[in-house]
C-alpha cells in the first residue's frame, strides 16, 4: 500500500542522522539574510570618517531628496504606428502557426505574438505529428531575443554587408567550377522538400557542389539500420499509444530518441483505462526520463544492452543466443518473453545503441512480431545525418580537395569529436561561410560568417515522417541585417524568387496537390494521404558513400552473434542529451539553463553521473553544505586519450555500476555570456559518433558547487504526497485502500480529513471554479510545463548562485521522488536481524535494491490554492486572498515582504524576490537588456523586490476566456479555459477547467477514484488534485 | 459661399466615408443648421443665380449649379477639389479647360465619369494618361448619374470659386459681437446689484443718524459703558490649560486632516493635460463634428487598450479634409485669445502629413514618416489590469463616464482620479448589465437569489476581487 512506502530525495537522506538534512527539514529558508553583506566587515565600519551626525545629515537630506523626486512623476510616451497593420490590434494576442526544424528539434507549434513580437510559444494540436512542443522548443522563443545574436554578415570578426559576402561566394562558386575542387555544404538535417529541391538546383548549376548532412547527436546506426532493410534513410516510427507492452534497451524515447515527441502517445497508454495499462520494461544505464517512467528498469551496461537485446531476439525467435548476463537481468528477458508471447503485434521493443546490428535486430523483432505500435511505412525524416560522409569530407578538407564549405545550422568545431582535424582541414579550404544566429566556435574560424535568421524570422517547410508536413512562417520581421540560408543560395544561383514563393511553388507543385496553400500556412501542418517524392540531393555524395556502407540487409544471425559476443569493459561511458539542453545550441538561453534536470533536479551544469558503488570505489563524493547547496566531487574522464578534465561527479540511484553518464550541450565558451559558460564539453568523447564509449575515470582535486534544488524543500517526513499503487490492487481493491483518505478525529470518532473544515466553507457553486488535475501516471517529467509557465508569467532567471542558496523562482517545479519498497525503519530492523553469511547477503541485496535502483516518481507541483488557504491567514495586510473562482490571488503591490505566508504554506511554492531581477546588472539575464525584454508577456506583472510570488492559476488567462466569453455573449466551453501548464503538457497530465461546469472534463476527473489532494490531513482543501500513480508492475 | 455651406460639404465629406445609412438624421441636423440663419440661405441664392448666368453664357447647354453642387459633394468631394489635387485631379473648369487642353468634348467626360474603367480598358490614351497621372488610383464609375447630373455637375465647377477668407472675417467678427452681448448683460446686473447695495448702506445710515438725533432730543443719554480692564484673551487661552490641549488635538488633527489628503494626491493626476506634439482638438472632433469616439479609438471595444489611434485612421478624413473652416459659430473669443484660429489649426493638419508623409501637392505618400510622440495622459500603474473592451462592449459604459466631457476639451486632461478607490466605489454602486448576455444568464439568476436583489453591482459579481485587475 502507497501509504508505508518511504519517499527520499537524496541520498543523504538515507542515513537517518545527518544533521544538514535534519537542519534542512527545520527551515524553509535554509541562510540567514546576509547582513553581513550590506553591512560590511567591522574593521571598514571603524575605520570610517563618516560620524553619527553625518550619517543623519545623509540620511535625512537623501530622504528629503527622495520625497522631493517621488513628487513628480515621469512623462510617458505613446507611439501609436503610423499605419496600423490590419490584423494587429494593440492587447489582443495574434496566433501564427509554424514550426521549429533547428536540426535537432523540430515541431509543429503555434506562436502567440503581441504587437507583432512572438512572446510564447504553444502546441499546434490541430497537428497529426510531433504537435508537442518541449522544454527546449518552449524556450526557444527567448533565443529569437538573444543579445548575442549576430547582427550582420561578417569578414572575419569585421562587420560587412550582404553585397560583399554574396560577391565572394559567387565568384568562388564560379572559380571553383573549373579548378576541379569541391564545394560541400554541411548542413544541419532540414528535412524539407523545398530545401531539397532547392540544393538539387543549386547542384545542378554548380556540379561540383555536394551536400552533407550532420547531425550534431548522431541517429547514424538506426539510420543505416533503416535503409539497409527499408531502401530508405529515415527512422522508423512508434506509436506508443498502441503498444500494451513496451520494451526499452538503452532508447530514451521520452527524450531525445529518433527526434522525440512519443511521448504523447506514451503516456497516453500509461493511464488506466478499463483495468488495463500498458507495461513498460527499461533496461539502461543511465537514469533517464523513460527509465524513470518505466515499471520495471533494470540496470545494465551497454554492452549487457547488446547482449540482452540479442537474448531477448533469441528468446521471442526460439533460438538460443550465447552471452553472458547477471541473473536478474536473464530472469527478466525470461519473463518479458512470457509476457510478450501472449500478445505479441500489441508489444514494441526499442532500442537506442549507436550499433548497425543493434537497431537492425530492434526492426526484425518488431518485425516478427508484428508490432502495432511499429510503423515503418510512415518514417521519420528529422534525422539524416551521415556520420561517414561527414568523416570523408574532413578527410577531403585535408587533402585540400575542398574550396569552399558552405555551412547552415551546425557548429563542427565544438561538436564534432575530431574537432582538431576539422580545424586543420579548415585552413586548407578557400573560402569557408559559417550560417550561424550567434557567433561561436565555427564562425570564430569561417572566413565568413552569414548571420542567418531566427526559425522565427524564416521561411520554411518540414517533412516530419512521410506525407505529414509543416510549414514555417516568419512571426517577426528580421530584427537584425540577417538572412536564411536558403536565401542566400537562391541568391548565389542568381534567382531573384524569394524564397517563401519558393516554399510556395514547391508546395502547389508536389504537396498540396490542389488543397488550399492559406489554409496549410494557417493550419501549420498538411498531411497527404500518397506519398510524395522530393527531389533528392544526396545522390550524388550517397554513391560515393554506398561502398563504405552495404546497403544489403544486414544478416541477422551475424548482427546476434556480434551483439551477443560484446566484451564488457570496465567503465563505460553513456552519453547522453540532457532533457534541459538537448545539443547545446541554445546554451545561451538563460530559461533552459535555469531548468531543472527532472533526474538530478541540478540547474546551470552538466556532471558525470555516477553509482554509488562506484563512487565509492574510486572516493567521489557528494556532500551537502550548511547552505543547503550540494557538492560534488571532480573527476578526469578518458577515453581513447581524449580526456576531460574536471567533471563534476553526482551519484546518481540508478546508474548502472561500472557506468557513468555524462551530457552533450555545456562547456560553449565562444559568443555565449560568461554566466553560461558552464559544464563541460562532453563532445570531443563522442568518438565515432557512438554514445557508447569505454573510458578512464579518475578523481581530480577539489569540489564542485552545484546548484541543485534536490535538498531544498524536503518532505517534512510527509510520506504521503505521493499516492501510488499497483495495477493489481488498482484493479481488485477497494480504493478507500489504495487511495487512502488520512482520519482525524472528530468527537472521538475517526472521520475522513476532507470532511472537516475547521472555517466556514464559501459557496462555490456559482460562477466559474477553476480546479486543475495533475495525473501522475501521464506526467513523464519532462519539464515543458516548467518553462512555459517561466514564459507565461514573466518569471525571472535568478542565476546558479541563487538557486544554489534555493532561491530558484520557478513558479511550477516537478518534484522526482525516489522510493524504496519499505520504510527505512524496517531496513534498519531487518538490517540487525539478519544472521548468516547467505542470510545476510541476501537480505543486504534486497535492501540495497531499491536505493540502487529505485522507483521514481515525477509530480508537477504549484500553488495549489486552497480553499482554506494557510497562507492567507497569515499576511498581515491581506495581499493575498482568496476569490469565489477558487483562485489564491496575490497582489504584489500590497506585499510587504514579510514572508509569513512561505512559512506557513505546506506546499512549499511561494517565492520570494530576494532582489530586483530587472534591469539589474546583477542579474544580467534577458530582463536585463532591451532585446531580451521583448519576450516578457504585457498582461502580467514583473515583479520587484522584496515581494512574494506564486502560480495564479494563470488568471490572466482564465480572465481573458470569460471576457471574450462576456463579450460574444455566451456560455463558456469547456477546453477554453487553460493555463500556461496545462495547455504546455502534450501527455495530457495536466487538465483543468471549471468544475462548476459538470460537463466539464476536470469535473469527470474529480470524480475519478484515482483523485486524491496533496496533504489532505491538513485540511487546506485544495483546488489543485492529483491522480495516484498506478504502477504496472509484474503481479498484474 | 457662406458658412452653412461649408459646414454642410465638411459634414458631408465626413459622412460619406461612414457610409451611414441614417440620411434621416443627417438632413435633421442639416435642416436645424440652416433654420437659425435663412437670411444667409437668402445670400447664397444670389451667388447661385449668378453662377447659372455665367453658365449660360459660356453657350453650353443649361445645368443648374446648385443641384450641381450637392451633387459634387455628395458624389466627388471625397476625392476631388475644385482648386487643388487630391485623390484625383483638380476640378474647376474642368470642361473648358479640358476642351482647350485636349481636344475632348463633353461626351468624352461624360462616358468618363459613368465608366472610367471601361474607357481606360479601351485604350483611351487620355484616359490612360490621366489614370497613370493618379497613381492608377480608379476613379469609381458613376453609371446612376444621368446626363442632366453631370451637366450640373460640370455646371458647378465652371461657377467662380469662393472666396473664403470674407466668410472668416464676418464669422470672426460675428462672433465677436455675440461674446461682448453677454458681457454687458453681466455687468449691468452686478450694477444694478451693487447699487442696490449702495442704496440699502445709506439708508442704514440715514436711519441710524436719526434715532439719535430722536434720542437727543427726547433727552435719552446714550452712555459709553466704562470698559473694565480684563486680561486680554490670549492671556486667558494660555491659562486655560484644558482649553490648549483640546486646540492642539484640534490643530493636530486638521493639520494631519490635510497632511494626509495632500499626501494621497502625490502621483494621482487628475487634471494632467500636457502639451501634445500635435494640437489635437477633441472638442473639435467629438464635439462640433460628432464623430463616435470609439470610430478612431476602434479597439477600445476589443482590446484592453482603447488605442491611440495610428496615423492611417486620421488620413482617412483628413486626406480630404486639408485645411480647418472653422465650426459653424467660427471661433469664440476665447478661441481667439488661445491663437486657436483657423490658421493654427490648418497648421496642426500640415503636422499630421508631415508624420504621416503625406505629399500635399502630388497627393500620395512619400514613405519618410515620423511617428507622433502623443505624451500619455493616463497611466495607470503596471500592476493594475484595466481592459476597456470589458467597460466598453461589455458593460456598455460611455467613454464620458471616465473620461469627462471630452467632447469639450480642447486640450485632453484627464478628468477622473484613476484611483483605485474611485474604481471600487464605481463597481460597488454600478450594476452589471446582463440583458442579453447569455453568460451572465445562469449566474445572475443565481446570485441574484441568494443576495435577494434585482439587480447585481459588479462588486457583487465579484468586482471586488484583487486578484480581477491585479496580477
Redo the contacts between chains.
Keep these: 500500500m502507497a501509504s508505508n512506502k518511504k519517499y527520499w530525495k537524496s541520498e543523504a537522506e538515507l542515513s537517518p542522522d545527518n544533521s544538514i538534512v535534519e537542519q534542512l527539514r527545520q527551515n524553509e529558508f535554509p541562510e540567514e539574510v546576509p547582513v553581513d553583506q550590506f553591512l560590511g566587515d567591522k574593521e571598514g565600519l571603524a575605520a570610517t570618517t563618516t560620524n553619527r551626525r553625518d550619517f543623519l545629515k545623509y540620511v535625512g537630506f537623501s530622504t528629503a531628496a527622495a520625497s522631493l523626486a517621488a513628487c513628480e512623476g515621469p512623462v510617458n510616451y505613446s507611439i501609436p504606428y503610423v499605419v496600423q497593420p490590419e490584423q494587429i490590434i494593440p492587447g489582443v494576442a495574434n496566433y501564427y502557426a509554424t514550426t521549429i526544424a533547428n536540426g535537432f528539434d523540430f515541431a509543429s507549434i503555434l506562436i502567440k505574438t503581441r504587437e507583432g513580437r512572438p512572446i510564447k510559444v504553444e502546441n499546434n494540436r490541430d497537428a497529426k505529428s510531433n504537435s508537442g512542443a518541449n522544454a527546449r522548443v518552449q524556450a526557444s522563443v527567448l533565443s529569437l531575443y538573444d543579445s548575442n545574436r549576430l547582427q550582420g554578415p561578417m569578414a572575419g570578426e569585421e562587420q560587412i554587408d550582404w553585397d560583399t559576402l554574396d560577391a565572394t561566394v559567387k565568384a568562388t562558386l564560379n572559380a571553383t567550377r573549373n579548378s576541379g575542387k569541391k564545394v560541400v555544404m554541411l548542413t544541419q538535417t532540414y528535412a524539407s522538400p523545398s530545401t531539397d529541391r532547392l540544393i538539387s538546383e543549386f547542384q545542378a548549376q554548380y556540379p561540383n557542389v555536394s551536400h552533407v548532412t550532420y547531425d550534431t547527436i548522431s541517429e547514424d546506426a538506426a539510420l543505416t539500420a533503416f535503409e539497409a532493410r527499408y531502401g530508405e534513410r529515415a527512422l522508423a516510427d512508434y506509436d506508443f499509444e498502441k503498444a500494451e507492452y513496451i520494451v526499452g534497451i538503452g532508447a530514451d524515447f521520452l527524450g531525445d530518441w529518433h527526434g522525440g515527441n512519443f511521448d504523447s502517445g506514451y503516456s497516453k497508454g500509461r493511464v488506466p483505462k478499463n483495468g488495463k495499462m500498458s507495461r513498460h520494461v527499461q533496461f539502461e544505464a543511465n537514469m533517464s526520463l523513460t527509465g524513470a517512467n518505466a515499471d520495471k528498469r533494470i540496470m545494465l551496461k551497454p554492452s549487457q544492452q547488446k547482449i540482452a537485446l540479442a537474448k531477448l531476439y533469441g528468446k521471442l525467435n526460439g533460438t538460443s543466443v550465447g552471452g553472458e548476463l547477471p541473473e536478474a537481468a536473464e530472469r527478466a528477458l525470461d519473463q518479458i518473453a512470457a509476457e510478450i508471447s501472449k500478445n505479441r503485434s500489441a508489444a514494441v521493443v526499442v532500442t537506442g545503441i549507436d550499433d548497425v546490428n543493434a537497431q537492425a535486430v530492434a526492426l526484425e523483432i518488431n518485425e516478427m512480431l508484428g508490432s502495432k505500435a511499429f510503423d515503418p511505412s510512415t518514417p521519420r525524416y528529422v534525422r539524416q545525418g551521415n556520420t561517414a560522409e561527414v568523416n570523408q569530407l574532413i578527410e577531403d578538407m585535408n587533402a585540400g580537395r575542398v574550396g569552399a564549405l558552405l555551412m547552415d545550422g551546425v557548429n563542427p568545431v565544438y561538436s564534432l569529436p575530431n574537432a582538431a582535424e576539422f580545424l586543420t582541414g579548415l585552413e586548407k579550404v578557400d573560402v569557408s561561410v559559417a550560417f550561424s544566429n550567434t557567433w561561436n566556435d565555427t564562425t570564430a574560424v569561417s572566413k565568413f560568417t552569414g548571420a542567418s535568421n531566427h526559425y522565427l524570422e524564416s521561411w520554411g517547410d518540414v517533412q516530419l515522417k512521410k506525407g505529414h508536413y509543416s510549414l514555417m512562417q516568419p512571426t517577426i520581421k528580421e530584427l537584425f541585417d540577417t538572412r536564411q540560408f536558403q536565401s542566400a543560395l537562391l541568391k548565389w544561383m542568381g534567382n531573384d524568387v524569394s524564397y517563401y514563393d519558393y516554399v510556395k511553388t514547391t508546395w502547389s507543385e508536389s504537396i498540396l496537390n490542389g488543397s488550399d496553400w492559406n489554409q496549410a500556412l494557417h493550419d501549420g501542418a498538411f498531411v497527404t494521404s500518397g506519398s510524395v517524392t522530393t527531389s533528392e540531393s544526396e545522390a550524388p555524395v550517397a554513391t560515393a558513400a554506398e561502398e563504405e556502407m552495404p546497403t544489403t540487409v544486414v544478416p541477422i544471425a551475424s548482427a546476434l552473434r556480434a551483439l551477443s559476443s560484446t566484451p564488457a569493459s570496465e567503465m563505460e561511458l553513456v552519453l547522453y542529451s540532457k532533457v534541459g539542453m538537448g545539443d547545446g545550441q541554445q546554451a545561451n538561453n538563460p530559461w533552459l539553463q535555469e531548468f531543472p534536470d527532472p533526474i538530478t533536479r541540478v540547474s546551470w551544469d552538466n556532471y558525470l553521473t555516477i553509482s554509488k558503488a562506484d563512487a565509492e570505489k574510486m572516493g567521489f563524493e557528494n556532500e551537502h553544505v550548511a547552505n543547503g547547496g550540494l557538492d560534488g566531487s571532480y573527476a578526469n574522464v578518458e577515453v581513447n586519450g581524449v580526456s576531460v578534465k574536471n567533471v563534476p561527479v553526482i551519484i546518481q540511484p540508478g546508474q548502472a555500476p561500472g557506468t557513468v553518464g555524462l551530457s552533450f550541450g555545456y562547456g560553449k565558451k565562444t559568443g555565449i555570456r560568461e554566466d553560461m559558460q558552464i559544464g563541460v564539453n562532453a563532445y570531443p568523447l563522442y568518438q565515432d559518433f557512438s554514445t557508447i564509449q569505454e573510458a578512464t575515470v579518475t578523481k581530480a582535486p577539489g569540489m564542485h558547487e552545484f546548484a541543485c534544488v534536490q535538498l531544498h524543500k524536503t518532505l517534512m517526513g510527509r510520506g504521503d504526497i505521493i499516492k501510488e499503487t499497483t495495477l493489481e490492487i488498482f484493479n481488485t481493491k477497494d480504493h478507500a485502500e489504495w487511495n487512502h483518505v488520512p482520519q482525524v478525529s472528530l468527537n472521538h470518532q475517526e472521520v475522513p480529513a476532507t470532511t472537516v473544515d475547521l472555517w466556514e466553507g464559501f459557496d462555490r457553486s456559482v460562477g466559474h471554479h477553476f480546479n486543475m488535475s495533475i495525473d501522475l501516471n501521464a506526467c513523464t517529467g519532462c519539464g515543458a510545463c516548467v518553462i512555459a509557465c517561466h514564459a507565461e508569467n514573466n518569471v525571472p532567471v535568478v542565476g546558479k548562485e541563487e538557486v544554489r542558496r534555493s532561491r530558484d523562482m520557478h513558479w511550477l517545479r516537478i518534484d522526482r521522488y525516489y522510493s524504496s519498497e519499505d520504510t527505512f525503519e524496517d531496513d534498519n530492523e531487518k538490517k540487525d536481524n539478519l544472521s548468516g553469511a547467505i542470510g545476510s547477503k541476501v537480505g543486504f541485496e534486497e535492501m540495497e535494491d531499491p536505493a540502487v535502483n529505485p522507483q521514481v516518481a515525477f509530480q508537477p507541483v504549484m500553488c495549489q490554492h486552497c480553499n482554506h488557504a494557510p497562507c492567507e491567514t497569515v499576511c498581515p495586510v491581506a495581499a493575498t486572498s482568496h476569490s469565489r473562482q477558487g483562485q489564491n490571488h496575490m497582489a504584489y503591490n500590497r506585499c510587504v515582504g514579510t514572508r509569513y505566508c512561505a512559512n506557513n504554506c505546506p506546499y512549499k511554492v511561494r517565492r520570494f524576490n530576494w532582489f530586483l531581477y530587472n534591469n539589474n546588472d546583477e542579474f544580467d539575464y534577458h530582463m536585463n537588456n532591451d532585446l531580451g525584454k521583448m519576450v516578457i508577456n504585457p498582461d502580467v506583472t514583473v515583479r520587484s523586490r522584496g515581494v512574494m510570488e506564486k502560480c495564479s492559476m494563470c488568471i490572466q488567462m482564465t480572465q481573458k476566456v470569460i471576457l471574450d466569453a462576456k463579450r460574444e455573449g455566451r456560455t463558456v466551453k469547456d477546453g477554453e479555459f487553460q493555463t500556461a501548464c496545462s495547455n504546455a503538457c502534450n501527455n495530457g497530465a495536466i487538465v483543468f477547467g471549471d468544475i462548476n461546469d459538470e460537463s466539464s472534463q476536470v469535473a469527470e476527473l474529480k470524480d475519478n477514484d484515482r483523485m486524491y489532494h496533496l496533504l489532505e490531513s491538513v485540511g487546506t482543501k485544495p483546488n489543485v488534485f492529483y491522480h495516484v500513480k498506478v504502477r504496472n508492475t509484474e503481479k498484474a | 459661399m457662406t458658412v452653412e455651406n461649408i459646414e454642410k460639404q465638411h459634414m458631408k465629406k465626413v459622412l460619406n466615408r461612414h457610409q451611414i445609412a441614417t440620411v434621416l438624421g443627417i438632413s435633421l441636423f442639416v435642416t436645424l443648421l440652416f433654420s437659425p440663419s435663412l437670411s444667409a440661405q437668402d445670400a447664397a441664392e444670389p451667388a447661385a443665380a449668378e453662377t447659372e448666368a455665367v453658365a449660360e453664357e459660356s453657350g453650353e447647354s443649361a445645368g443648374d449649379a446648385a443641384k450641381g453642387k450637392q451633387l459634387f459633394n455628395q458624389n466627388c468631394a471625397a476625392c476631388h477639389a475644385l482648386d487643388r489635387k487630391m485623390t484625383g485631379p483638380a476640378l474647376a473648369n474642368v470642361e473648358s479647360r479640358l476642351a482647350e487642353e485636349e481636344g475632348l468634348d463633353k461626351q468624352w467626360l461624360q462616358a468618363w465619369i459613368k465608366n472610367s474603367p471601361a474607357m481606360i480598358a479601351s485604350g483611351d490614351a487620355y484616359a490612360n494618361e490621366i489614370y497613370n497621372e493618379y497613381n492608377q488610383a480608379a476613379m469609381t464609375p458613376f453609371p446612376t448619374l444621368s446626363y442632366q447630373d453631370i451637366d450640373d455637375i460640370l455646371a458647378y465647377t465652371a461657377a467662380p470659386p469662393p472666396a473664403p477668407q470674407q466668410t472668416d472675417a464676418t464669422t470672426a467678427g460675428g462672433e465677436a459681437s455675440t461674446g461682448g452681448g453677454s458681457g454687458i448683460s453681466n455687468e449691468l446686473i452686478l450694477g444694478a446689484l451693487v447699487l442696490v447695495f449702495g442704496i440699502l448702506v445709506v439708508m442704514l445710515f440715514l436711519v441710524n443718524s436719526t434715532l439719535k438725533r430722536i434720542a437727543e432730543a427726547s433727552g435719552v443719554v446714550v452712555e459709553k459703558e466704562k470698559v473694565e480692564k480684563r486680561t486680554p484673551i490670549w492671556k486667558a487661552f494660555a491659562q486655560n490649560q484644558f482649553l490648549v490641549l483640546v486646540s492642539v488635538i484640534f490643530l493636530m488633527l486638521v493639520g494631519a486632516y490635510y497632511a494626509y489628503g495632500w499626501m494621497m494626491q ?2 494621482v ?1 487628475q487634471g494632467y493635460a ?1 502639451i501634445q506634439p500635435i494640437h489635437y482638438s477633441h472638442k473639435i472632433h467629438a464635439g462640433d463634428n460628432k464623430i463616435e469616439c470609439k470610430y478612431c479609438h476602434s ?1 477600445a471595444r ?4 482603447s ?7 486620421c488620413m482617412n478624413c483628413h486626406k480630404s479634409i486639408y485645411e480647418y473652416k472653422g465650426n459653424p459659430e467660427g471661433p469664440s473669443q476665447e478661441d481667439l485669445a488661445n491663437g486657436y484660429t483657423n490658421e493654427f489649426y490648418t497648421k496642426e493638419i500640415k503636422k499630421l502629413y508631415k ?3 503625406w505629399d500635399e501637392t502630388n497627393q500620395r505618400y512619400t514613405g519618410e ?1 515620423q ?6 495622459i493616463h ?1 495607470l ?5 484595466f ?1 476597456h ?2 467597460h466598453v ?2 458593460a456598455g459604459i460611455e467613454c464620458q463616464t471616465c473620461h469627462g466631457p471630452v467632447e469639450e476639451m480642447e486640450i485632453m486632461y484627464q478628468y477622473s482620479p484613476l484611483t483605485m478607490g474611485w474604481c471600487i466605489n464605481c463597481h460597488r454602486e454600478t450594476n452589471v448589465k446582463v440583458e ?8 445572475h439568476e ?2 441574484s437569489k ?1 443576495y435577494g436583489v434585482d439587480q447585481l453591482t459588479a462588486a457583487q ?2 468586482g471586488l ?4 485587475c ?2
Design positions: 502625490v502621483g493626476d500636457p479597439s476589443v482590446s484592453k487598450h488605442g491611440i489611434p495610428s496615423l492611417n485612421v508624420a504621416v508623409g514618416t511617428p507622433v510622440e502623443w505624451v500619455r497611466n500603474p503596471d500592476f493594475a489590469y481592459n473592451s470589458q462592449s461589455v442579453g448576455n447569455e453568460y451572465y444568464e445562469k449566474i443565481e446570485l441568494k459579481l465579484g476581487e484583487c486578484g480581477k491585479h496580477y
